[in-house]
């Protein structure tokens, strides 16, 4: 079995009693777990995109877990698209990229193909918003056959897929009917995704889209209309062959 550790929305900032906890934390857990991978679905800085020294304290707490990361950008990281926001900036993008790598990955473990996509892109009407989507697309239909999950930041719906809820706390309207089709299309059995700060699990037309909670104290965006009880954590996955199990590790240490 190979296991991967999924965190989100960390927000860190030097010397923040809201963040440095839960990443201590993690880092310990990482210690002791041993995952083969860590996967981060964004939001590691504290608040602001353009917070140059709160990017690089992010960049440095990442390389501090010592094991394979792959992240893609959430909103703090890269400014938020509509209907929040214009972004995400092309600027902050490359900034993403030359601290954590490649916004957009393929990694093969075991039978899977993860793909991570940097989905803050779509839906903004941005000229770099093509060629995600194509991007996309060719890097399912190169791991078809495999069996496939993909991690972005926002989930691409908040209930269900057929919702026309248009706020920022999911994946924007426009694009949601898109990624859902592409997703169904090339048979993926799990979206990995963060943003709301809380855990929760849905299976939707035989793909299974999990929240991965935040990692610090900001227990502040749980979704309606369901209400969980709210808490820090991460999720780890356990991938076997082409079968894949999760369950949720809360961090005690922060809890609503």
């Not at 056959?145 to 993909?150: E, F, K, S, Y």
Request: glycine share 8%; hydrophobic share 45%.
């Amino acid at each position: 079995m190979k296991r991967v550790l999924h965190v989100s929305d960390p927000h860190l900032r030097s010397g923040d009693v809201i963040s440095e906890p839960g990443w201590a934390w993690v880092e310990a857990l990482v210690r002791e777990h041993r995952p083969d991978l860590v996967i981060s679905t964004g939001d590691l800085v504290r608040d602001a995109p353009d917070d140059a020294d709160d990017r690089a304290y992010a960049a440095e707490r990442s390389r501090a877990l010592r094991t394979e990361l792959l992240s893609v950008p959430g909103n703090h990281d890269i400014g938020d698209g509509p209907p929040a926001g214009t972004g995400p900036a092309g600027e902050l993008i490359r900034a993403f990229e030359s601290l954590h790598g490649p916004a957009r990955w393929v990694r093969q473990l075991e039978q899977w193909s993860l793909i991570g996509v940097d989905a803050m892109l779509f839906g903004s009407g941005q000229d770099a918003e093509a060629d995600a989507w194509a991007w996309l697309q060719d890097a399912l239909a190169c791991e078809a056959g495999r069996a496939i999950a993909l991690f972005v930041h926002k989930p691409p719906f908040l209930v269900h897929p057929d919702e026309v809820d248009d706020g920022s706390a999911a994946m924007p309207a426009v694009a949601r009917a898109r990624f859902w089709r592409l997703a169904q299309q090339a048979g993926v059995r799990l979206i990995g995704c963060g943003h709301r700060h809380e855990y929760r699990c849905v299976l939707a037309d035989q793909i299974l889209v999990v929240w991965a909670p935040t990692t610090s104290m900001l227990l502040d965006e749980t979704s309606p209309p369901l209400r969980p009880v709210a808490y820090a954590g991460a999720v780890e996955y356990g991938f076997v062959g082409d079968a894949v199990s999760h369950r949720p590790i809360p961090f005690t240490g922060a809890r609503k």
